[in-house]
């Protein structure tokens, strides 16, 4: 039987927490979860709580030795220097673009489950997460366009999960809309600079070398467009982009705002930990077991130390990373 650690991620601003009291109550080995000290106290509630439920509530130091390490943010661990050789992590990693996190985890030997690749009969599992994205990155990106949303017209880029709740809240402000999804990116690099408000929600194959948004577009934009990068792909579609804080979310180039907060959904962690929970209260029992679940086994990025998905191995080698 294997610990699990739950960790407090310190990322900027990073509220949300990946098992609440009540989701315990789905977990037979409860004395194998240890929970790091104040884990609950973002979302309002007290290690009291976790005990109360028969978790362990331990020193940060403890939850780390643990064989199984989750961390909502993963990919942004501050503590891989930290941990014994061969952990297993969970979380969410984005092993293709985190680089330095990748490489720490080859070298370290672990094995990495990731959150964004976790599927339930064809479905992402954490869909509200990526709709809360979108809706979180309008509410808090339109601050820096000057307008309100009923004053603005807007494109979005992209029609998955993350695009839908974008939509959801810029219309109802009011705003006026046009939506383009994968095989409109040509009609989208034509008409971009009628926009006030461009919205990237787009999920990039990271294999293409071409970009959506060249620097050399920004000066045809008009002066004070805004683009709120949800996708936030550093170095991928949009030439500009690199990731931002929700203390520090913009910065200007060539009079074109940026905002690219990567953790949007951390603005609303009750919602968000709520939505976590109840995904990870029922892979638990399995992690502490030792096994791997059917929809896990494709979240299994890299496995001992080997990278297990073509595209992270290829983004390295293309760029001269270490690959192990």
Known sequence: MKNIGFVISHKNNEQRRALLPDGLARVRHRRKV???????????????????????????????????????????????????????????AHAVQQTDFTEACIRGGHTVIAWEEINEDGRYIFHRNREVAGEAAILHGFRYSGRMPYDATVAILGNGQTAKGALRILHGLGATVDVYGRRHEALFRKKM????????????????????????????????????????????EIETSRPTTIDDPVYEVDGVVH??????????????????????????????????????????????????????????????????
């Open 193 to 236: 600079f009628e926009y006030d408000v461009l919205v990237n929600c787009v999920m990039w194959d990271t294999a293409r070398k071409d970009r959506v948004i060249y620097r050399e577009d920004l000066k045809k934009m008009k002066p004070g467009t805004l683009i709120i990068d949800v996708s936030c792909d550093p170095e991928l």
């Open 34 to 92: 240890l929970i790091e000290r104040g884990y609950g106290e973002s979302v309002g509630h007290r290690d009291q709580d976790y005990l109360e439920m028969g978790a362990r509530v331990v020193s940060r130091q403890e939850a780390l030795g643990c064989e199984v390490i989750a961390d909502v943010k993963l990919g942004d661990a501050d503590y891989l220097g930290e941990v014994a050789p061969g952990r297993t992590l969970f979380g969410w």
């Open 259 to 324: 905002y690219a907060v990567d953790n949007t959904p951390a603005m609303f962690p009750k919602t968000v930990s709520r939505i976590l929970s109840a995904g990870i209260s029922g892979m638990v029992d399995a992690l502490a077991e030792g096994k791997m679940p059917k929809n896990l086994k494709p979240a299994v990025v890299i496995q001992e130390g080997r990278i297990m998905k073509d595209e992270i191995l290829k983004f390295r080698q293309e760029r001269g990373l270490y690959c192990g």
